[in-house]
T-cell receptor, first 115, second 114 residues
Framework: AQKITQTQPGMFVQEKEAVTLDCTYDTSDPSYGLFWYKQPSSGEMIFLIYQGSYDQQNATEGRYSLNFQKARKSANLVISASQLGDSAMYFCAMREQGDGYALNFGKGTSLLVTP | DTEVTQTPKHLVMGMTNKKSLKCEQHMGHRAMYWYKQKAKKPPELMFVYSYEKLSINESVPSRFSPECPNSSLLNLHLHALQPEDSALYLC?????????????FGQGTRLTVV
């Protein structure tokens, strides 16, 4: 069963606008971690932001924030003030004990920032 | 140092060749992973090493053989590959617990099998 669901295959946003990328997850482990990665066409997986299941506050890292709604099992990424360099593939991922702490990825969202 | 180093960056090999991919980290992480990623798809987990022991093999064909010689190094030995094995191979490392933000990837090896 799919543990991480990203329902937006592609998104467009205008430069300087904010955009939200959706992610829902499924787990019965009380301890888990949620991640967002950016993958440009070069292929490297760039870590953006992390949210632990026990964290009380939503994570923020510069222009990135994670809207964590634990009861709804959602972990949406918000990018504020989009830049042309934000155009890339974005993956939501989860770690839990049951998979040897490996990251399980959603299918990804392709974000295109337009001038 | 939050770096995971993979070599080589690009590899072209014939179906009868034997080659190895290498991955190195010096962050003290005791879990290391190999992922395979095809174009426009998410990374797929291949192998997990925890404390230098293979803990997960996701039904990967035996033409892929992982090795973890020590806590800093992870190898993937390749033999008799098929053209459909052409992909981006990513190595990652992390702490051995779910509640940790430390999970980093190398830049990957782009493998082409001819």
């Amino acid at each position: 069963a799919q543990k991480i669901t990203q329902t937006q295959p592609g998104m467009f946003v205008q430069e300087k606008e904010a955009v939200t990328l959706d992610c829902t997850y499924d787990t019965s482990d009380p301890s888990y971690g949620l991640f967002w990665y950016k993958q440009p066409s070069s292929g490297e997986m760039i870590f953006l932001i992390y949210q632990g299941s026990y964290d009380q506050q939503n994570a923020t890292e510069g222009r990135y924030s994670l809207n964590f709604q634990k009861a709804r099992k959602s972990a949406n990424l918000v990018i504020s003030a989009s830049q042309l360099g934000d155009s890339a593939m974005y993956f939501c991922a989860m770690r839990e004990q049951g998979d040897g702490y490996a990251l399980n990825f959603g299918k990804g969202t392709s974000l295109l920032v337009t001038p | 140092d939050t770096e995971v180093t993979q070599t080589p960056k690009h590899l072209v090999m014939g179906m009868t060749n034997k080659k190895s991919l290498k991955c190195e980290q010096h962050m003290g992480h005791r879990a290391m992973y190999w992922y395979k990623q095809k174009a426009k798809k998410p990374p797929e987990l291949m192998f997990v090493y925890s404390y230098e022991k293979l803990s997960i093999n996701e039904s990967v064909p035996s033409r892929f053989s992982p090795e973890c010689p020590n806590s800093s190094l992870l190898n993937l030995h390749l033999h008799a590959l098929q053209p459909e094995d052409s992909a981006l191979y990513l190595c990652a490392s992390s702490q051995v617990r779910a509640g940790s933000a430390e999970a980093f990837f190398g830049q990957g090896t782009r493998l082409t099998v001819v």
